[in-house]
């Protein structure tokens, strides 16, 4: 199975500033159609995962552009510009290419 | 509005079965891949079943296949997960996910394995 690794797995931020979180995975997450499935979760507290960003770099609809994803290969990045109270929450990474599909152990996000 | 509901959780001893359902509503249901994720402290996100739209191709996660089955009703709008032969670590909650790339989730169903 693809392991998908996360760092940190907390996060203290000050509103305002921004905020970074990696994902690696085990092997190359390039599917043979050429592209890469790779999505970012948001879980706020009490609420079930809420997407993010679709291969790699996509905003869902709604999302605020604060939010950006980008990487390639095993290496990929979510960024917070500037973090807002209600980004408080869990965020997870997780490949859409390789079966079984896994999530990344998720980095707690909190203001300082 | 894309809804999922998820119902059918509750406390069952090991060994029981249960029947999860997903009533969906908001989109057209036969045009997407189906999937069932479960969550827990201690492993977190699994994701554990997909099923094709017309129901002619299913995924299992290895730990569940044998046990569980997903299947579909396209006419009633709704995705199940039937669980066999429960154990206490399939103890979690059940969320209900439209697609194989998770872009809507319902708000999820406990399911609790203890005798």
């Known amino acids: 199975d693809v392991v998908m690794t996360q760092s940190p797995l907390s996060l203290p931020v000050t509103l305002g500033q921004p905020a970074s979180i990696s994902c690696r995975s085990s092997?190359?997450?390039?599917?043979?159609?050429?592209?890469?499935?790779l999505n970012w979760f948001q879980q706020r507290p009490g609420q079930s995962p809420r997407r993010l960003i679709y291969?790699?770099?996509n905003r869902d609809s709604g999302v605020p552009d604060r939010f950006s994803g980008s990487g390639s290969g095993t290496d990929f990045t979510l960024k917070i510009s500037r973090v807002e109270a209600e980004d408080v929450g869990v965020y997870y990474c997780?490949?859409?290419?390789?079966?079984?599909?896994?999530f990344g152990g998720g980095t707690k996000v909190e203001i300082k | 509005e894309v809804q999922l509901v998820e119902s059918g959780g509750g406390l069952v001893q090991p060994g029981g079965s249960l029947r999860l359902s997903c009533a969906t509503s908001g989109f057209t249901f036969s045009s997407y891949w189906m999937s069932w994720v479960r969550q827990t402290p201690a492993k977190g996100l699994e994701w554990l079943a997909n099923i094709k739209q017309d129901g002619s191709q299913e995924d299992y996660l290895d730990s569940v296949k044998g046990r569980f089955t997903i299947s579909r009703d396209n006419a009633e709008y709704s995705l199940y997960l039937q669980m066999n032969n429960l154990r206490a670590e399939d103890t979690a909650l059940y969320y209900c996910?439209?697609?194989?790339?998770?872009?809507?989730w319902g708000q999820g169903t406990m399911v609790t394995v203890s005798s």
């Open positions: 996910v439209r697609d194989i790339v998770g872009d809507i």
């Open positions: 291969k790699v770099s």
């Open positions: 092997q190359s997450l390039v599917h043979s159609d050429g592209t890469t499935y």
């Open positions: 997780m490949q859409g290419t390789h079966w079984p599909l896994t």
